[in-house]
């Protein structure tokens, strides 16, 4: 029987840390080990997992998804576990969700996602997808297929088989988040590997939300979404060609952010072009207190 291990990446949200936990360990096929990468959370999240034998934790400084993510697979994996289910902390597994990953059809090595459900609407998709033939907004328009291929949120109950562990090696820890997950799973793609989604399997999500909307300051993440687009156009296109698209990409869209009739237009309008200047530069290395439209944000806003 194959070895199964759980990663949960948590960041200053003990109490959805717990909820998502429960139904964990309420699973009718459980994991054979929960690893909780605990991101220098400061909200107690520390105390209450010394307090908790079952797990295995690992804590280190808030690296983002991405390094929680990264230190998680990267142990995991060298612990010996054939399959590794990773997920936020906000998520919350139905109880079959990973006896139905493993029952799904067997598609050799793969990346098997959950389909994310709306906590709020169970009607509706976590994720909106869009595709050239083909939108999922509803939970329907997944389930009439047994795997929908292509499509994946992770890491939202993604289940990674190690062989493409060991081919494609850890997601990049200098994304931070935003992007990273879709860097991971076109790289996935890139070397062959299936990435699908297995739409009996259900885990349910905060709905998204627009990202090109969101209110400042916080609209700080957009910056990583953006910078983080090259290597994404990268996996897809080729490393020459996907410069050249990520180039005209983030051209329109930051052009774009000066068209939009927003609030903070101005500050979203320099935040794309600091994220795509970045990005060009490979400076990987900003943090959110470093960006500097964020920094003049917040001066003029004192």
Known sequence: MKRIAAVVVTFNRLNDLKICLASLHAQTRRADAIYVVNNGSTDGTDEWLKSQPELIVLTQANLGGAGGFATGIERTFQDGFDGIWCMDDDCIAAPDALENLLLSPNIGPAIKNCVSISVKDHEELAFYVDRPNQSYRKVTDMTQFDLVYGVASLFNGTLISAEVIRAIGIP????????????????????????????????????????????????????????????????????KYGIVVFLQWSIRATLQQAKEKRQNRLYNFLLYGEAAFDSLLNNFRKRPETIFTVRLYRYMHK
């Open 172 to 239: 990049d820890k200098k994304l931070f988040i935003w992007g990273d997950e879709v860097e991971y799973m076109t790289r996935a793609q890139k070397m062959g590997f299936p990435v699908v989604t297995v739409p009996t399997s259900v885990f349910y999500h905060p709905p998204s939300f627009d990202r090109n909307g969101i209110p400042w300051p916080g609209a700080w993440k957009q910056y990583y979404a953006v910078r983080n687009q090259r290597r994404i156009f990268q996996n897809m296109y080729g490393s």
